[in-house]
């Protein structure tokens, strides 16, 4: 163990030689693919990306329109995470088929279960089409005309490329803050199936406590499959469909992965601000983040409240509250993590450093106008957080905006309004109304509140009388009446308290803030894209990755430990060991199913791999990426990342970020003795 910890000490001391920062982009992979060698990859460019062959870049899929997932068997059978599945798994649980607290596995094909809306999306290409994008642009047209130019120019190249009747869409995105532009072009699966999931109790194990955090024992995963018409082309759901035939799928390791192991994910990153300006990242870390953790922190307890006191409760809102969970304590660990290491002042330190470069050059002044403009932003731009963590987020007001929207478009969407009462509990609702809207009268200046709503809480006498009054008025708390009201009640829908009290914040929202929002959101835009090109011609030997946008990445490194505190050293691999160690059947989080007490308490499973760790660069996106070993074979699928390095997002510490992943080998282990679904290995190739 001491020469483990000196070996984790020395690699911190090395910062820049050994960081494993970056999320490269898979078709220019042949320029990192030296150095991936020289940390042990056994692969060349070619594998990992080719639009001459099949790749592995054929085996990863955008799942849904967050995740990413991958194929491990020429039956189109397909993992990702248990999270990134969930909603899913939720719509076909019912008190008397409880699949998240039960767990669901097919047993044949034809107990696979449908998912309308769920998509999987496969890169079939991406280039540089920066000259494309802006052809007929000059500079001395200005930035307005750039914008306009980049923007007609991607929609007619993606227009010219797009087959919907094949199922492919063309993308057009922005790289380094504009300065390029990147054509993705995919193919959209649209029947893709459920075939198995743990229980609750293993794919969520640990829960909200153990989220974000190491060490891990959570069977994040769930399985699915994807179907096509008789021809391999994506079609809509239909019994005569037949499994889909990839390109390429990955075969699954069951050798596992130890200490200085080369790994690397495949996957679909979705947000990084690592070139933004210090006052970004102050407003971030100092502001917005404590903020919106106090928020939610009461919509949490609020939920939580009512989900220990009934099952019918616990399913509606586990999907709700899993989502709110997440953001909730990555933001902890984001703010903490941007304290610790002086993100801000190190910024400021190369920002001066920046401007000593550029004065007298056309870059002069750029970062003091670039701080100057976030300052103008911050309070607006708070407003408008503010009015997403309270207003939005109360389901009364947000279903009455949605139905007048649909009826002011022509539509009568009863089966929409059923749906949402199906996972809808009004005492949350009602006092999560009171809670939140509390803290946005208490918590935000006059100067930013709506007149309306000033009124309309001096008229009840408080919030909680408010709320009373909304909640004892308004149609919208019936689903019955909500499902009904067609265009011709417009006028009811107008007059209904939610509806009014949600529209005077709209409006509010759009006269007194977006404006403000518009104009300085242009400046940076521009400011940023300059800021960028300064950076990039400052430092001309540095290789610079593009933020992460949801496009396909790949990032590399090691399996490796860490240090979170002094005399605290964290070994990179957990085991079934730790889960009957943290098991406890009083914990709804730690109550783990009978069967794994019993398989465990037979003996000869103490050592199961369940999660190991990695210095490979993730974020957000990520979650259900394939997990590569030297070889291009798959050991395990990312799902998170540890608390202590969730400041990623804006800089990457190779002393504490790490990306954690479920070993492949419990995922299996888990279809076997859980699942009893065996017969899905017949289609796999394990090596």
């Not at 984790?8 to 490269?24: N, V």
């Not at 078709?27 to 594998?47: H, P, Q, V, W």
């Not at 200490?259 to 990153?269: A, K, L, S």
């Not at 509390?438 to 918590?443: N, V």
Request: glycine content about 8%; proline content about 5%.
């Amino acid at each position: 163990m001491k020469k483990v910890v000196l070996l984790a000490l020395a690699l911190c001391a090395a910062l820049p030689l050994l960081a494993d920062e970056g999320m490269w982009l898979p078709n220019l992979i042949a320029r990192r693919i030296d150095d991936m060698g020289a940390k042990g990859c056994r692969l060349s460019a070619e594998d990992i990306y080719s639009i001459n062959k099949a790749s592995l870049k054929d085996a990863v899929v955008l799942f849904g329109s967050g995740c990413t997932g991958e194929l491990v068997s020429p039956q189109g059978l397909l993992f990702t995470n248990h999270h990134c599945g969930y909603g899913y798994i939720q719509r076909h649980s019912s008190v008397e088929h409880d699949y998240l607290k039960d767990g669901f596995w097919a047993m044949s094909r034809e107990e696979e279960l449908p998912n309308p809306g769920l998509t999987v999306s496969f890169l079939e290409r991406m280039e540089d089409v920066t000259d494309v994008v802006l052809y007929g642009w000059e500079p001395s047209m200005g930035e307005v005309a750039r914008d306009s130019v980049a923007r007609a120019n991607s929609q007619r190249l993606e227009k010219e490329i797009a087959e919907p009747s094949k199922g492919i869409r063309a993308s057009v995105e922005a790289l380094y803050h504009a300065n390029q532009y990147y054509l993705f072009v995919y193919r959209i699966y649209r029947d893709v199936r459920l075939v198995g999931a743990p229980p609750s109790s293993i794919g969520k194990f640990g829960g909200d406590t153990d989220n974000w955090m190491w060490p891990r024992h959570t069977g994040d995963f769930s399985i699915f499959r994807i179907y096509a018409d008789a021809d391999g082309n994506p079609a809509d759901y239909s019994p005569d469909n037949v499994p889909y035939r990839p390109k390429k799928f990955f075969s699954i390791s069951k050798e596992g992965v130890k200490e200085g192991d080369f790994t690397f994910v495949y996957g679909c990153p979705g947000s990084t601000r690592e070139y933004v300006h210090s006052e970004e990242v102050r407003y971030i870390g100092e502001v917005s983040d404590p903020q919106k953790i106090a928020l939610r922190t009461l919509r949490l307890d609020i939920q939580k409240k009512y989900m220990s006191q009934s099952q019918a409760v616990r399913i509606q809102y586990s999907a709700k509250n899993a989502s709110v969970a997440n953001a909730w304590k990555k933001w902890q660990g984001e703010s903490r993590g941007v304290q610790r290491l002086g993100t801000v002042e190190a910024k400021r330190a190369y920002e001066k450093r920046l401007s000593a470069w550029a004065a007298g050059g056309p870059y002069d002044g750029l970062v003091e106008r670039l701080g100057a403009l976030y300052q103008k932003r911050e309070p607006y731009y708070l407003a408008y957080e503010y009015f997403n963590e309270t207003v939005r987020s109360i389901e009364l007001l947000s279903l009455a905006w949605r139905v007048y929207g649909l009826l002011e478009r022509g539509i009568d969407d009863g089966v929409a309004v059923r749906s949402f009462f199906k996972d809808y509990y009004e005492p949350i609702d009602k006092e999560t109304f009171v809670a939140l809207l509390e803290a946005f009268r208490t918590k935000m200046p006059q100067q930013f509140q709506p007149e309306y709503f000033k009124e309309q809480v001096a008229a009840a006498g408080s919030v909680q009388a408010l709320a009373d009054d909304i909640y004892s008025r308004s149609m919208f708390t019936s689903c019955e009446v909500a499902a009904s009201l067609g265009v011709e009640d417009m006028p009811k829908v107008v007059a209904d308290p939610a509806y009014q009290l949600y529209a005077a914040f709209f409006d509010w929202l759009q006269e007194d803030i977006m404006p403000v929002l518009r104009e300085v959101e242009g400046e940076l835009r521009t400011a940023n894209r300059l800021y960028m090109k300064a950076q990039m011609e400052f430092e001309p030997e540095r290789e610079f990755y593009p933020d992460a946008n949801l496009t396909l990445r790949v990032a590399y490194g090691n399996v490796a430990g860490y240090s979170p505190a002094d005399a605290v050293y964290y070994t990179p691999v957990t085991t079934l060991k730790g889960i009957i160690e943290k098991d406890n059947p009083d914990i709804f989080d730690y109550n783990i199913p009978q069967t794994l007490r019993d398989i465990y308490a037979a003996g000869g499973h103490e050592d199961q791999p369940v999660c190991f760790l990695a210095t490979n660069h993730t974020t957000g996106g990520n979650s259900g990426s394939p997990v590569l070993n030297a070889d291009g074979l798959l050991v395990g699928i990312n799902f998170d990342r540890v608390w202590e390095g969730t400041m990623s997002d804006l800089q990457f510490d190779p002393c504490y970020c790490r990306n954690i992943s479920l070993d492949v080998r419990y995922l299996l282990f888990i279809i076997k003795q859980i699942g009893h679904a065996e017969w899905l290995f017949s289609e796999m190739v394990i090596k």
